[in-house]
Antibody, heavy 122, light 107 residues
Framework: QVQLVESGGGVVQPGRSLRLSCVAAGFTLSNCAMTWVRQAPGKGLEWVAVISYDGSNEYYAESVKGRFTISRDNSKNTLYLQMKSLRAEDTAVYYC???????????????WGQGTLVTVSS | EIVLTQSPATLSLSPGERATLSCRASQSVSSYLVWYQQKPGQAPRLLIYDSSNRATGIPARFSGSGSGTDFTLTISSLEPEDFAVYYCQQRSNWPLTFGGGTKVEIK
């Protein structure tokens, strides 16, 4: 049974850092491209970052480029999002999601975690 | 960046009625258009990929069509569990982008 469980969210002051984790179960993380998508309170979905299935490529939204880093530890079946220089506008629920097909970068997502809330506030 | 515009913002319908949702892209995305459903407090659920292909386990009452810049998600006969927000997403170009969503509410 495929599961994605995010953690690491919380309240953080502007300018500080936070690292989100997404533990995968029921499939092999190293076979799949993975992504982070966020949703500000009461708003729509915003794609944040993606890492290719083999880890060779990373892509970022302009709004987070240079501040956020996506990575994976295949030995722990875990995806990460390191967030630095956080801003109020980064406040959102952050979802990790799995690319719908293995061994490729198709960039549509069939399994999503339940999300972790990040609140950036002084 | 490809902008996806969804319309209408809200669709008020009764169970059993047909729902037609639109997603328009600011430039061609070929057939690389995806639809998701999201209910309150839940993660998005994949419905349709590449314009017209239903994801695993998605009922046949959901169908997608379109290519280039104009796409449609149709729910042939609304069930109570279909009242939700629907998002389109393009996977043709970086950055990946989502539409603003269409809320299908009970009339």
């Amino acid at each position: 049974q495929v599961q994605l469980v995010e953690s690491g969210g919380g309240v953080v002051q502007p300018g500080r850092s936070l690292r989100l984790s997404c533990v995968a179960a029921g499939f092999t993380l190293s076979n799949c491209a993975m992504t982070w998508v966020r949703q500000a309170p009461g708003k729509g979905l915003e794609w944040v970052a993606v890492i290719s299935y083999d880890g060779s490529n990373e892509y970022y939204a302009e709004s987070v480029k240079g501040r956020f880093t996506i990575s994976r530890d295949n030995s722990k079946n875990t995806l990460y999002l390191q967030m630095k220089s956080l801003r109020a506008e980064d406040t959102a629920v952050y979802y990790c999601a799995r690319d719908a097909r293995p061994y490729g970068d198709y960039h549509y997502f069939d399994f999503w975690g339940q999300g972790t809330l990040v609140t950036v506030s002084s | 960046e490809i902008v996806l515009t969804q319309s209408p913002a809200t669709l008020s319908l009764s169970p059993g009625e047909r729902a037609t949702l639109s997603c328009r892209a600011s430039q061609s995305v070929s057939s690389y258009l995806v639809w998701y459903q999201q209910k309150p407090g839940q993660a998005p659920r994949l419905l349709i990929y590449d314009s017209s292909n239903r994801a695993t386990g998605i009922p046949a009452r959901f169908s997608g069509s379109g290519s280039g810049t104009d796409f449609t998600l149709t729910i042939s006969s609304l069930e109570p569990e279909d009242f939700a927000v629907y998002y389109c997403q393009q996977r043709s170009n970086w950055p990946l982008t989502f539409g603003g969503g269409t809320k299908v509410e009970i009339k």
